[in-house]
């Protein structure tokens, strides 16, 4: 069960929800963001995240980070980095934060890429590796891991 609920997504809405609370709750210092920045930072993260989906799927590989991939994906949006749709998040989180207009809501976006790589990233390169050896090696060596 806690397979199911240990996904990025949640972790996305989790730290949505924390920059919300604290902008309500802690306010340090309040700004305004134009609504059509946040607007083009969120919806590029979307569109990021769905095209990275979509190299996956047309690959014929899992979406899931806790399974084991079926092919070594470093077409389309991996070519910019090998966590395109944590990319995506943290853009979407990025903008969801700036407008919200408080600086405490940015807290949950540094805290984002660290535990994503901690939660995800480092268990997928580990499996990448194993399953795809010098492959994966020379998509690391060439590639940005954000």
Same mark, same amino acid.
């Given at each position: 069960m806690m +397979? +199911? #609920?240990d996904i990025p997504p949640a972790? $996305? $809405?989790a730290c949505m929800f924390v920059a919300w609370f604290l902008a309500r709750v802690w306010p340090i210092y309040s700004f305004n963001v134009s609504g059509w920045v946040t607007g083009v930072l969120v919806g590029g993260g979307v569109y990021l995240v769905l095209w990275s989906v979509v190299w996956l799927r +047309?690959?014929?590989t899992t979406l899931d980070p806790h399974d084991t991939p079926s092919a070594l994906v470093v077409e389309g949006p991996y070519k910019l980095n090998r966590n395109p749709i944590y990319t995506g998040m943290a853009?979407? $989180?990025l903008g969801v934060a700036l407008w919200l207009g408080e600086?405490?809501?940015l #807290? &949950?976006?540094v805290l984002f &890429? $660290? #535990?994503v790589t901690w939660r995800f990233v480092a268990g997928e390169e580990r499996t990448l590796r194993n399953t795809f050896g010098a492959a994966a090696e020379a998509y690391f060596a060439k590639s940005r891991r954000w």
């Amino acid at each position: 069960m806690m +397979k +199911k #609920i240990d996904i990025p997504p949640a972790w $996305l $809405l989790a730290c949505m929800f924390v920059a919300w609370f604290l902008a309500r709750v802690w306010p340090i210092y309040s700004f305004n963001v134009s609504g059509w920045v946040t607007g083009v930072l969120v919806g590029g993260g979307v569109y990021l995240v769905l095209w990275s989906v979509v190299w996956l799927r +047309k690959r014929g590989t899992t979406l899931d980070p806790h399974d084991t991939p079926s092919a070594l994906v470093v077409e389309g949006p991996y070519k910019l980095n090998r966590n395109p749709i944590y990319t995506g998040m943290a853009v979407i $989180l990025l903008g969801v934060a700036l407008w919200l207009g408080e600086f405490s809501a940015l #807290i &949950p976006v540094v805290l984002f &890429p $660290l #535990i994503v790589t901690w939660r995800f990233v480092a268990g997928e390169e580990r499996t990448l590796r194993n399953t795809f050896g010098a492959a994966a090696e020379a998509y690391f060596a060439k590639s940005r891991r954000w």
